[in-house]
């Protein structure tokens, strides 16, 4: 087994539950794939290169936006 280094931006809403905000990004128009531990999604920034950080930021607002 082989580690690979990387970082991940974990994201916990206040007003959101977790599993609500995964499938919205997932349905999103570009999908966004995270994984959930300990309430809180995390995004792996390994699998994002520079020019999609602006396309990501978009689809988390969004998904953020959702009404619950």
Not at 12 to 20: A, G, N, V, Y
């Amino acid at each position: 087994e082989q580690a690979i280094a990387s970082w991940a931006v974990a994201i916990q809403p206040e007003t959101m539950k977790i599993r609500l905000l995964e499938e919205s990004l997932r349905q999103a128009p570009t999908p966004v794939i995270g994984r959930v531990e300990e309430d809180r999604l995390l995004l792996d920034m390994r699998t994002v290169v520079e020019d999609e950080i602006e396309l990501l930021a978009e689809s988390l607002a969004a998904a953020l936006s959702v009404e619950t």
